[in-house]
Each structure stands twice: as structure tokens, then as C-alpha cells.
């Protein structure tokens, strides 16, 4: 991830710019449990933001501050919170914060909070960044084309800001790909998904009882990992059918 | 350990399920034949003193940490390694407390922190800057205190769960802090987990709660994580258990000659045994990789319902096995390193098999029936 285009990584105890702050130590108590062995940069950062966070303090250098403690424990939902804070408090430009969001978005791909915030960003941005977020989505399952997150946001701007119309053919594509993409498949287009549902809202067995009960034989026979499953299967079958 | 993997602890490790499985070459030697017990305990005992320096991005979930390390003890019945009562001092400093009965209405959240990075100690008026309860960490604070015997009565329930309420939405989901995050399944089952521990459900509208998780169960059985969502094997977890602790689904389901249920049993118990791969360990979703945890997640899903005989145990011990690590602990994937979470689910997951020398587990809850019960 790179964070250092700012501050060059520096200790910030030894920048003129954070000169007049105070860093503010955590409080463990007397006898904490699961200590966790803290590298100096990690301890600095977090006194520091411990101190610019509790002044309240949103400015220019408390949203780079926010970056380098992101990059340190991205899952951090307290930095995360602050810097949407201070990005409203600066009236900062969403359009650079989505560029931000991409460039560390490889690294943090699984991370709930960075899409939490991207979620943030996009609702404010509006229908605008439709197309836009829609490709970079599509970007990151380039990569890993299973992403439960991006797929997850996808459904979200697609009911938000919508473009369900060309989202058939962007999954057939997919599994075209992979034909085993699961999440390819779960996608809500409609008229695939309503044939599905048809298929499983019967209440009894649709294939009927015999051709089922001779399934489960075979299965028992053929799937042995779950053969005491299929014997069960069979049985329940046949109590049904009486 | 700069990535997500999904936990309704909201917890942070190491890639998720992406790379298909490549193990790196931690381990050259062959897998032990046997769960080494021995080797936990010296693993969770480390960890319980100190916790090296790579866990620090994951500093904002101290306490799930805990949770981890301390409830792995007790699963291991190594509970005598931890000093009781510094653990429940500990776990009691990091609850949020409202300065008047008027502030629990407002909008925040009077739980437990996870971690320091926000919390301060209160001004000379006695004001405390910065609340950040989440729902998280108090399901692990009350998990912990529970174990080490702690009295739940004395603590200041009333506070949680007034203002857990603040916490639901009107589609019956939770957010897990108050100055807002995604909601989905995860929360719900923090919030009755919560609410069952503290043995009162004044905390949560249940029946929203139930309408938001029935949404929830996708076309092919599971649960995804939110309605529309793929099925997902934590997803699933905290559908099933959450119902069973809300009091909607009775015990071993199966066995009942019940006709209807709220949710499609059938559909779910052939999704459940569809994840078990063929060599041997459960994936999360259709056509994903094994990994250490979901033998958990699904696992107890299936326990809940009465289906759990139905798994091929042996296939299931022989793949958990190559990944237990000679370090102690449980990798996601097979020889690869382990970490605290995989060890923690390694760990329920063998109690599911009833591996001798472990305390069973209380599948809905996460935790052992001991603790459950409310036995020290």
C-alpha cells in the first residue's frame, strides 16, 4: 500500500509539523491480557492519532495522519470514522478520495471498513459514479472474480443507483470464464433467477418419489462422503410417500 | 496479515480465500496423526503474555484477540493458566459508561470497546470523550467474563441493552457502532448472543431481527451475509444460530416430525452437506477451497439442526489435521502458518468431532457448554 507519498514515512516525533502535539499513550490498565508487541512506528502513529483524535482536531495534517494509521491497521474502524470526519470538515474532493480507495484497494480487497467507506464516498458522489464505480467493481473481480465485498457493493450500487440491464451480460461473461463462479451465478438477474425459484417452491419432491428414493441409492453408492446422508434422505423419502 | 477474512467478531487475518489453496513451505514435515493438545496450550499461553508484533493490525479487536486465547483455554480445559480475576478487571475497563439514564436514548451504543485506540480516560468533570462501544467486542467481553466465572448480574446490563437498541435498523438488522458501518447477519447475531447471555431480550426487537434473517436465505438453502447475497457458510451460522438463541427454531430439527419450519430445513441441510469437499474440509461457498474455519461454521450449523452424524468425520479429522501447525494452532489452509482466529475455530471444530480431552461446545453460542450454562 502506498501511504508514503506524504510524509516519507518519517517519525513523526522528529517533523516540524507535528511539533506542538503531545501523542497520547494508550492505557492498558496495571495487568492487560493479549499484550500485543507493538513495532515503534505502529505505537508512534497510533499515539499520535490517539491525541489528534481526541483534540477533535480536522485538518490537512490530521487527514494524512489518518492515511498512515489506515495503512498500519487498515480493519480500524475509529481511524476510518475520524477520516470521514475530517474529509466532511475539509470539504475535500470525493473524486480524489475514490482514487485514494482504489490504489490501496488490492491490499485491502477483504477489508469491510475500506468498503464501508467507498459505500460513503458513492453515496455522496451520487448517480455520477455509477459507471465509474461499476468498473472498478469489475477491476477488482478481474483479480479475484469470487470477492464476496465487491460483489456484495455491486448489488448495492446496481439497487442504489441502478444499471441491472447490462449486469446479465456481464455474468454471462464471467462464466463463461469459470463456470463454477458461484457468485456469478447468485447475481439477481431476474429472469434466471424466477426460473429457479419455480423449480424449488414445490412443496413434494418434483422428480417424484421412486426416481428420487433410486437417486439416493445411487448416490449413497456414488457420493461416499455423505452416503449415511443419502441413506437418511432415502428413508425420509419413503415415510413421505406412505 | 493485511486482509479480511469474514468473522461475525469482526476479526481481521490473513488472505481470504482467494489464492486456491497455496500453501507456503512453513512445514516440511509430515502432519502429526493427532490432535497435539500440548502444543495448543503452549500457543494460546504465548499468546495469552504477549502477542507478536504482526497481530498489530489487528490492535481495534484487542478483545476478540482475548476472547480467542481465553476461551481456546477453557476449550482445551487449560482454563488454570489464566489469573481469573486480572482477566475480568481487564475485560471490565474497557466498557463505555454513560454519565446519566438520558444518554442512553440518544444514539449511542453503552457497550464494551474493542481496544484502546479510542478510549479515554474520563476529564476532571468525569466525562469520558469518545464512546465507541461495538457490538463485537461486547459479545467477547461478556463471552470472557463468563468464562472466567464472572457474576453477569453485577455489571451495568441496563446501559447495554437500552442502548443496544439504538444499534437496530428498521429491516431488523444491526449496525455494530453508532457512528455507523455496514450492517449485516454478523450483527444480528452479536446483538442476541448479547442479549441471551444478559438473559434478557428488552435489547432487540426479535421478530425484525427474524424478517431480516429469513430474507437472508438464498435460492439454493444457505444464507448469504445480506438478502440477495450468495450463500455463505458464516452467514449461514449466524441465521441459524441467531434463530435458535431468538427462541424460533427448536433443537435438532431433524428429528422432529415437525411439517414446517420458518425456514427451508430441507434446501439448508442439502447446501450444509454440499460443503463438506472431497478432501475432507468444509468450504464456505460452492466451489471454494477448504479452509480450517468453516468446519465450525458449519459444523455447528449442522449440530443445531441434528444433521451433524451425517459428515464423514473421518475425512474431516484427517484434513483438520493438515492444518495443525508444528507452531500450535490451525492455519486456514493445509501447511500453511497458523493464527489465533483458525486456531480458535480449529479448536471448536475438534470439540464438534468430541475429541477426548476437550470441554463440548455450545455450538449456538461459539463457546463451551460449561461457560454456556453458566458452570465455572
Known sequence: MDSREDDGGEPLSRMAEWRDVTPLPQDDGPNPVVPIAYKEEFRETMDYFRAIYKADERSPRALRLTRRAIHLNPGNYTVWHFRRLVLEALNADLDEELDFLQRIANSNSKNYQLWHHRRWVVERLGANARAKELNLIKKILSIDAKNYHAWSHRQWVLQALGGWEDELDYCQQLLEEDIFNNSAWNQPCHEFR??????RTSDTDPLGPDLSMAICDILEHVDSLRASYWIWRKNKLSVAAV | MATREWNPLDFDIGEEEDEEGTPSPSSISPPLQYFDRDRHVAFLEMMYNLMPHHYQSQEINRLTLAFFTISGLHLLRALDRVDKDRVADWVLSFQAHPRSRAELKIGQFYGFHGSRTSQFPPDENGVS????????????ALAILKTVGFNLLTIDKESILISLRNLQQPDGSFMPVDVGAETDLRFVYCAAAICFMLEDWSGMDREKAKEYILKCQSYDGGFGLMPGLESHGGGTYCAVASLRLMGYIEDDLLSKT???????????????????????????????????????WIGAVLRILGGYKFIDKIALHRFLLTCQSEFGGFSKYPRDLPDIYHAYYGYTAFSLLEEPGLNPLCAELGMTDLTAIGII
Open chain 2, 258 to 296: 415437525v411439517t414446517s419450519s420458518i425456514i427451508n430445513v430441507p434446501l439448508l441441510l442439502d447446501w450444509c452437506m454440499q460443503r463438506q469437499a472431497i478432501d475432507g474440509g468444509f468450504q464456505g461457498r460452492a466451489n471454494k477451497p477448504s479452509d480450517t474455519c468453516y468446519a465450525f
Open chain 2, 129 to 140: 470523550a469518545r464512546n465507541a462501544g461495538h457490538l463485537a467486542s461486547t459479545y467477547c
Open chain 1, 194 to 199: 424466477d426460473s429457479v425459484v419455480a423449480l
